[in-house]
């Protein structure tokens, strides 16, 4: 099937009648193969403008030296692969933000013009709520889904157009750029079990009340609401209501009883790692009223002056927006891009900033101690290169003196023993200039616009600024 000329989505089995009996459940084809005739079918990896046959029984064939070339290809059809996730005939469903989505599990055949695909569901939040009754819809943003481990055999011309699903771990700290439009997981479904996991809102601020990023309606106060603060720390990585810390007290003592200033405390939460970076450290740690300087009701201190006294560290090479984000609060706020808000948050960017300033600690800049310890290994590296190339091992033959190869390899272990050490240290790309000077400008009015409260995290193993 589906060599040029022929149509997907328009064949017989797609003008069945769709009643649906259940979420998901479409009246299944009398010709819809057993289990048994599955595991005897041909396996495909793709479907589209010709397919090969599986000449392993072991592994699925694929398209890529398949009959004829891509330009004979009809421009219409398209192409399916394994792994997919593609928009599902569902009659009246089509035109509404409930529109049936699967994940293609594996392509089977009996015959050319008889395809089939395994489909694993992602699931609605209304056939959700339809099966599981403690479930409530509106956790869920009108175009989530859950994934599931409930699956179907439907032709391949029930599948209508190739999708993407993006997977949205919000402890993640490079989530997905989401938008309105996007279709995203962030839970699965274990069909026979009932069971959704983890349940909308259980790894949610202290409150437990789920976030849905994209809500129906886009009220300003309802979504200011749902602001949440995020500690980055890697042993915290969660999410919190403004609104709830507030209410509970998560907020900073007066600031006099902290040695630095809130920048230099939010650039202290690491994000990988569950200890604060060391060099601030002591400027975070509250000053007890025994503390001599908690009395003399000091101004706390800039980042500048908090490392002004490291003449080995420099920040010259970053751009001034970078350092500026790198201690700004990680925040969120459901509906669609507004100003400096996001409903994924700002995690990412600020994620990236702090990581610069903790390789520029470390002296991972032109002219920092470890930017020359790396310039030496390298240079050390392109001279035993240099060595190993002027061996000329490949004339030694067999039976001849063996010394050269023994050279070589000696060469070649202290090359490797240079690398291995490459790998202590951490590396990331230089900073994209223009991004950050575009950015500059709208630092002012994120600050202004974000106004963000003194929190703190409620772990009390961490209570550090958020
Ligand atoms: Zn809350
Ligand atoms: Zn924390």
Known sequence: ??????????????????????????????????????????????????????????????????????????????????????????????????????KIDSIRARAEHDV??????????????????????????????????????????????????????ESDLEPPDLEPTSYFVRSHLWYKRRHLEPKPGALSCICFRAYNPFPKVLLESLLDEDIMHFCPRSSCRRWYHRNCLLAQGSVDHPYSNYRGDRGVRLLSVNPDDSAPCALLAWYCEPLAPSDPEYSMSLDPVDLRSAISGNDHISLAHLPPALVRVAQFPIVRRPGPRHACWSAVGNVTEVTLA?????????????????????????????????????????????????SLVKQENTLLDDLLELIKSLDTYTFLASPYSPYWAARELQLDEDVEAMAAPPLVCPNPDCNNAI
């Open 116 to 169: 089939w695909v395994r489909i694993g569901w992602y699931w609605a939040s209304l056939d959700i709520a339809e099966y599981i009754k403690s479930f409530e819809s509106t956790t869920f943003a009108p175009l989530e889904r859950a994934s599931s481990d409930n699956f179907d055999f439907v032709p391949v011309e029930d599948c209508i157009r190739a999708t993407h699903v993006y997977e949205y771990d």
């Open 1 to 102: 099937m589906a060599r040029a000329g022929n149509s997907l989505g328009v064949g017989r089995k797609s003008k069945r009648a769709w009643t649906r009996r259940k979420a998901h459940k479409s009246n299944v084809p009398e010709d819809t193969p057993t289990e048994l005739e599955w595991a005897r079918m041909d396996k495909y990896s793709a479907v589209a403008g010709g397919w090969n046959a599986d000449t392993d029984s072991d592994s699925d064939s694929d398209i890529s030296g398949s009959t004829g070339s891509s330009s004979s290809f009809s421009p219409e059809i398209m192409e399916l692969r394994k792994g997919d996730d593609v928009i599902m005939l569902c009659g009246d469903k089509a035109k509404t933000d409930d529109v049936w989505i699967g």
């Open 354 to 402: 702090r990581r610069f300033i903790y390789a520029a600690f470390e002296g991972l800049y032109p002219g920092g101690r470890q930017y020359a310890e790396v310039e030496e290994l390298v240079k050390q590296a392109g001279e035993l290169e240099h060595r190993v190339r002027g061996l000329d091992v490949d004339m030694v033959r067999d039976g001849e003196d063996q």
